[in-house]
């Protein structure tokens, strides 16, 4: 299986501050990585599919980056409405595998 | 507009089965693999398996922790995907979201989810 190590596993950050979460793959999975967001109490949400690619609708402060076994997700610019936890998730291979995900919350 | 709708959770015994259903409308049901991922309480996500579409065999991948005990099918003439699960035991207590895979393989990434349907496995 292909594990998937998310740090760090919490942060908070004031409104207006560039975040960045790290997302490392056991092993090489090309740029076929996922982040998801997940407000409290509510279904995950796709945000970045492929490593880098922005879903349609979603704001362009949230970006991603990497390939092979390192990946990074970054908010340029937090907003309240951004505290949730975001969770990285590999497709290169079965089963398909989650980070642990990252709590960000509001300084 | 898309949407899966999860129904069938609840309280069960260790031991005992559960049948989840999911109901999706709004897009061609037939034409997309559909997954289940499971969240247990205060824990990260965590996937249980999905069923290809007919045109990809209509088969089912399973995580090791559920393979043997839990089942995914599919009915497309309905629009509906089951998640049967045998055997349940605690650590199976979770709620469950039913997912629309996309994508090159079939389940590159999910793009819609269920709002979740929570099963707790307790006696």
């Known amino acids: 299986d292909i594990h998937m190590t998310q740090s760090p596993s919490s942060l908070s950050a004031s409104v207006g501050d560039r975040v960045t979460i790290t997302c490392q793959a056991s092993?090489?999975?090309?740029?076929?990585l996922n982040w998801y967001q997940q407000r409290p109490g509510k279904a995950p949400k796709l945000l970045i599919y492929d490593a880098s690619n922005l879903e349609t609708g979603v704001p362009s402060r949230f970006s991603g980056s990497g390939s092979g076994t390192d990946f990074t997700f970054t908010i340029s610019s937090l907003q309240p409405e951004d505290i949730a936890t975001y969770y990285c998730?590999?497709?290169?291979?079965?089963?398909?595998?989650f980070g642990g995900g990252t709590k960000v919350e509001i300084k | 507009e898309v949407q899966l709708v999860e129904s069938g959770g609840g309280l069960v015994q260790p031991g005992r089965s559960l049948r989840l259903s999911c109901s999706g409308s709004?897009?061609?049901?037939?034409?997309?693999?559909l997954s289940w991922v499971r969240q247990a309480p205060g824990k990260g996500l965590d996937w249980v398996g999905f069923?290809?579409?007919?045109?990809?065999?209509?088969?089912?991948e399973y995580a090791a922790s559920v393979q043997g005990r839990f089942t995914i099918s599919r009915d497309d003439s309905q629009s509906i995907v089951s998640l049967q699960m045998n055997g349940l035991k605690s650590e199976d207590t979770a709620v469950y979201y039913c997912?629309?895979?996309?994508?090159?393989?079939?389940?590159?990434?999910?793009?819609?989810w269920g709002q979740g349907s929570l099963v707790t496995v307790s006696s």
């Open positions: 997912t629309r895979g996309v994508g090159h393989s079939g389940y590159d990434f999910f793009d819609y």
């Open positions: 998730q590999q497709y290169d291979d079965l089963p398909l595998t």
């Open positions: 709004g897009f061609t049901f037939g034409d997309y693999f």
């Open positions: 092993h090489d999975i090309n740029k076929y």
């Open positions: 069923i290809r579409s007919k045109a990809f065999g209509g088969t089912p």
